[in-house]
C-alpha cells in the first residue's frame, strides 16, 4: 500500500453544468474525484442526477460522457436508498468506485453486485467502499465481508451536505478500523480541512476526500496542493 496520503476533491452537483464547473476547477491537478449523490429520501438535499434525470440518461446510454472522463477517475458515493436497484446506470456512467453507505436499505446487495460485475470485467474492474458514520462500530462492517475493497468513514453527523463541523469520533473509528485493517485503504469524508487533515492521517486515513476546504476556498488549486503537502510532508 502507498505511503502517500490521496486528495480526493468532492462535489456535490445540482446540475450537469454545476459538475463540470466544479470539475474543470481541478482539472489537471487531482486524477480521482469523487461525485456526492443524495436522492432526497436517504439523506436531504437531492443532488444531481435525481435533480436532471435528462443529462443522466444520456451518459449511462454513452450519448455524452462524465466531464474530463478522459482524465479523471470518478467516485460515486450513493447516498440512496436502495443502490442495488440503480447501481448498473452508475457503473454505465464510468464508475470507477462505488461508495454504498452500510446503512441504505439494499447496501448490501449493492455491494454484491460490484463484485459480481468485478468478476465480468476483469482488468476494468470497479471498487466497492463500505461508508459508516462516525459514531459506528467496526463490527457494522460483518455483513459486508470481505466484499468490499475499502471503507469510508464519515466525518459529519447530517451526510449529503457540506461546510458541517468536524465530528471528532470520526479519528477514533480509523484508528480502530486501521488496527483491525491494517493494509486496508481507508478514507474520510465529510468537514475535512487543513485543521484535521494531519490528525486524520496520523490516525490511519490514507484518503481524504474534501469538499468545502477545495471548492469553497478562493484559489482551489492552491487549497488541494495545500492539504496534500500538509499529509504527505
Known amino acids: 500500500m502507498s505511503t502517500k496520503v490521496e ?16 470539475l474543470a476547477l481541478v482539472r489537471g491537478v487531482a486524477k480521482h474525484v469523487q461525485i456526492d449523490v443524495v436522492d432526497g429520501r ?4 437531492k443532488t444531481w442526477p435525481y435533480r436532471d434525470t435528462e443529462s443522466f440518461k444520456k451518459i449511462v446510454e454513452a450519448e455524452h460522457g462524465l466531464p474530463f472522463w478522459d482524465e479523471l477517475d470518478f ?7 436502495h443502490p442495488e436497484l ?8 464510468g464508475a470507477t468506485q462505488i461508495v454504498v453507505h ?7 446487495e449493492a455491494v454484491q453486485l460490484v463484485v459480481d460485475r468485478r468478476d465480468e470485467m476483469g482488468t476494468f474492474a470497479v471498487q466497492a467502499g463500505v461508508a459508516l458514520g462516525a459514531q459506528a462500530q467496526p463490527d ?7 466484499q468490499f475493497d475499502f471503507v469510508q468513514v464519515m466525518g459529519i453527523d447530517h451526510e449529503g451536505k457540506q461546510g458541517e463541523p ?7 473509528l480509523v484508528e480502530r478500523l486501521r488496527n ?9 469524508d465529510g468537514s475535512v480541512t487543513v485543521d484535521d487533515a494531519a490528525k486524520l492521517a496520523q490516525a490511519g486515513a490514507n484518503r481524504l476526500v474534501v469538499g468545502h476546504a477545495i471548492f469553497g476556498a478562493k484559489d482551489p488549486v492552491a487549497a488541494y496542493k495545500e492539504l496534500y503537502n500538509i499529509v504527505n510532508p
Open 7 to 22: 486528495i480526493i476533491p468532492a462535489v456535490l452537483p445540482q446540475s450537469f453544468k454545476d459538475l463540470e464547473e466544479h
Open 42 to 45: 436517504y439523506a436531504k438535499h
Open 75 to 81: 467516485q460515486f458515493d450513493l447516498m440512496i436508498e
Open 86 to 93: 440503480q447501481l448498473k446506470d452508475f457503473l454505465a456512467a
Open 102 to 108: 452500510a446503512h441504505a436499505p439494499g447496501a448490501v
Open 140 to 146: 457494522e462492517l460483518e455483513p459486508f465481508e470481505a
Open 166 to 172: 468536524f465530528d471528532e469520533r470520526a479519528l477514533f
Open 180 to 188: 483491525r485493517y491494517p493494509e486496508l485503504p481507508l478514507q474520510v
